[in-house]
């Protein structure tokens, strides 16, 4: 159980889909290359602090990145927050990365933030519509190892995945929450924002 403050500060650390692919990315440069499709809301931070005044939500996400890239970055994106979200793993399983060492990257942000006395949530990976289905069983069996972590470590885990899976076609988004199919629409980013996102 996370245990924060009325107004609580946020570190979302991940890869494009803390971002906010294909519409939005932190890194100023990046967002001068998406130009005239800009837009903010695509990105979960942006619907979960509109859902959850509360919270105060820091996107420290890089697109491209694997999860031991991510881990690196963590020392920095966490300075002065209250809790730390994260998220990764679609990267390693694009590029035929073992999954196991995925988790246990994941594991280790999620344990670092604990003992530096944050509250943590881990969400699991989404749906790839464009990698499906060769890449489904990775993003299965990586989802299975997350649920894992967030068991024994006693962290939320984010059902990302769950929450953009089209029932009619198991293992990837419906077509209305993806922009591209790698990432969210800016509908699914609402999705995730609102009913994903889920700190007590």
């Known amino acids: 159980m996370i245990d924060l ?14 971002a906010g692919s294909p519409l939005w990315d932190p890194d100023p440069e990046v967002r001068r290359v998406i130009g005239a499709a800009l837009d903010e809301r695509s990105q979960w931070e942006w619907w979960a602090a509109r859902a959850a005044p509360s919270f105060e939500i820091r996107n420290c996400g890089v697109y491209g990145e694997r999860t031991e890239e991510i881990e690196r970055r963590l ?44 509250g943590v949530a881990v969400a699991d990976v989404l749906p790839w519509n464009n990698g499906w289905p060769t890449r489904e069983p990775a993003i299965r069996r990586l989802n299975e190892l997350v649920e894992a972590i967030g068991r024994e470590e006693g962290a939320p885990v984010l059902p990302f995945h769950a929450t953009l899976e089209d029932p009619a076609r198991p293992g990837r988004m419906r077509a209305e929450w993806t922009d591209d199919g790698d990432h969210p629409s800016v509908e699914g980013y609402r999705r995730l924002g609102e009913l994903a996102f889920r700190l007590p």
Not at 5 to 18: C, E, F, K, Q, Y
Not at 85 to 90: A, K, T
């Open 75 to 118: 020392a920095a994106c966490v300075v002065s927050v209250d809790a730390l979200v994260v998220q990764g793993g679609i990267n390693d399983v694009a590029q035929g990365r073992s999954v196991e060492a995925a988790a246990a990257a994941l594991r280790r942000m999620v344990r670092r933030g604990l003992a530096l006395g944050l």
């Open 5 to 18: 403050a009325p107004m609580a500060r946020v570190a979302a650390l991940g890869d494009s889909i803390t």
